[in-house]
């Protein structure tokens, strides 16, 4: 499955055209809610990614995509306006796998996605990460504390998977919730509290490990 996200409806009809021409299954957005509402449900193998976009534009999704342990994987093909110099090397700096300079050709496009799909990386090796008494593996989903495992909530476990695969940083409730609870989450920032709060108290004695940094949100600790 190639996701394709252009605002444009007739180059974004042709791209999906010609995929399923190639024998891809694809699906068009027409902007970067829609990719993100669709990515909830589905992983695709490649997004082709526009950068101008009505609302978000197409860096800062890449930015978030790359962000998020859900989708950073995903790769992704950015379409640049006119070739601009500046956009290609932000893409590329943000984590793009490729671009293709507007207007592009068609046959370009499919060979650009060939190539890209052929040297992904097979499945990142499973990550297991650990900080003092806590351990989390990435491939069965599971969390033990003091080797016995936590029942946490989707949120709670990818809340853990964030402060684990970045020790020491510090996140805002905002990035929290763009992070965890998807780009478009608008609402208040309490359902960080409340969740980091159920997630302090099913890791029992490691409960310390995230720290509360005042008037700026949370971080787990680098050391236990
Ligand atoms: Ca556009």
């Known amino acids: 499955m190639i996701f394709c996200v252009e605002d444009e409806q007739s180059i974004r009809d042709l791209m999906l055209y010609t995929l399923s021409s190639a024998g891809?299954?694809?699906?068009g957005f027409a902007?970067?809610?829609?990719l993100i509402?669709?990515?909830?449900a589905e992983?695709?193998?490649?997004?082709?990614l526009d950068i101008i976009l009505p609302g978000e534009d197409g860096l800062s999704l890449l930015k978030k995509l790359r962000m998020q342990p859900a989708t950073k994987s995903i790769p992704i093909i950015m379409a640049t306006a006119k070739g601009t110099e500046y956009d290609k090397v932000i893409g590329l700096d943000l984590g793009a796998d490729d671009y293709l300079a507007k207007p592009f050709g068609m046959m370009e496009m499919l060979s650009r996605i060939k190539a890209v799909l052929r040297?992904?990386?097979?499945?990142?090796?499973i990550k297991r990460l650990a900080l003092g008494h806590l351990a989390l593996n990435q491939e069965t989903h599971t969390v033990f504390v003091h080797?016995?495992?936590?029942?946490?909530?989707l949120k709670e476990y990818q809340l853990l998977c964030l402060f684990l695969e970045n020790p020491g940083r510090v996140f805002t409730r905002e990035q929290l919730l763009e992070l965890i609870w998807g780009?478009?989450?608008t609402g208040e920032t309490r359902t960080v509290d409340v969740h980091i709060g159920t997630l302090r108290m099913?890791?029992?004695e490691c409960k310390d490990y995230i720290e509360t940094v005042r008037g700026v949100g949370y971080r787990i600790k680098e050391k236990p």
Request: hydrophobic share 40%; aromatic share 6%; with cysteine.
């Open 43 to 48: 992983t695709p193998q490649l997004i082709m």
């Open 147 to 153: 080797n016995v495992p936590a029942q946490l909530t």
């Open 37 to 40: 509402d669709a990515l909830q």
């Open 119 to 125: 040297r992904v990386r097979p499945a990142e090796p």
């Open 31 to 34: 902007c970067g809610k829609d």
């Open 202 to 204: 099913k890791l029992g």
């Open 24 to 27: 891809f299954e694809a699906k």
């Open 183 to 185: 780009i478009a989450y």
